[in-house]
T-cell receptor
Framework: EPEVTQTPSHQVTQMGQEVILRCVPI?????FYWYRQILGQKVEFLVS????????KSEIFDDQFSVERPDGSNFTLKIRSTKLEDSAMYFC???????????FGPGTRLTVT | GQQVMQIPQYQHVQEGEDFTTYCNSS?????IQWYKQRPGGHPVFLIQ?????EVKKQKRLTFQFGEAKKNSSLHITATQTTDVGTYFC?????????????FGAGTTVTVRA
């Protein structure tokens, strides 16, 4: 069964450094998402991406964040200058159509020290 | 922004007992989805409800969408240890152009054997 994959599984970085989190969505899906989950808290929407552009973003997704689909398979989330409060699990998700079920990747645990 | 409220936050259940978790919105929902997240895992899609008053069953799980499409419930009968995890409802808000899911805070279920 096709699945969303994410790399790395765990990323440790120093405050102020740039990080890129990578995702490979399911191949025939058209909508892509990033969510984050601070430990013990709910899943929070960051951004959605469709047709090579951002379709929606939350207030969390400020100028420090960017997303890109550099080729036909990868979907990346970049944080330019990480802060301590960026420490969280970051989930990528994809779906073949808006409001259909979303398939989540296993997540990348980001730890900012 | 639009929020989906979910109660209870925690549910401690004796194995074999039933329980229900509820999801409420102040606005009409076009659909509602339910996800399960096992400890240390990622959200996994369970079901989507679209129609007013819709009821769907998956083995011991019964999902219901309210007549006004403003609330939903998940009822689990004869709880088993495999039911441990956090159950999230997630909604796409009607009359919005959002391509995102608004997650509830989740109900974390623990089971006493």
């Amino acid at each position: 069964e096709p699945e969303v994959t994410q790399t790395p599984s765990h990323q440790v970085t120093q405050m102020g450094q740039e990080v890129i989190l990578r995702c490979v969505p399911i191949s025939n899906h058209l909508y892509f998402y990033w969510y984050r989950q601070i430990l013990g808290q709910k899943v929070e929407f960051l951004v959605s991406f469709y047709n090579n552009e951002i379709s929606e973003k939350s207030e969390i997704f400020d100028d420090q964040f960017s997303v890109e689909r550099p080729d036909g398979s990868n979907f990346t989330l970049k944080i330019r200058s990480t802060k301590l409060e960026d420490s969280a699990m970051y989930f990528c998700a994809s779906t073949r159509a808006a409001a259909y079920e979303q398939y989540f990747g296993p997540g990348t645990r980001l730890t900012v020290t | 922004g639009q929020q989906v409220m979910q109660i209870p936050q925690y549910q401690h259940v004796q194995e074999g007992e039933d329980f229900t978790t509820y999801c409420n919105s102040s606005t009409t929902l076009s659909n509602i989805q339910w996800y399960k997240q096992r400890p240390g895992g990622h959200p996994v899609f369970l079901i989507q409800l679209v129609k007013s008053g819709e009821v769907k069953k998956q083995k011991r799980l019964t999902f219901q969408f309210g007549e006004a499409k403003k609330n939903s419930s998940l009822h689990i009968t004869a709880t088993q240890t495999t039911d441990v995890g956090t159950y999230f409802c997630a909604a796409k808000i009607l009359r919005s152009n959002d391509y995102k899911l608004s997650f509830g805070a989740g109900t974390t279920v623990t089971v006493r054997a």
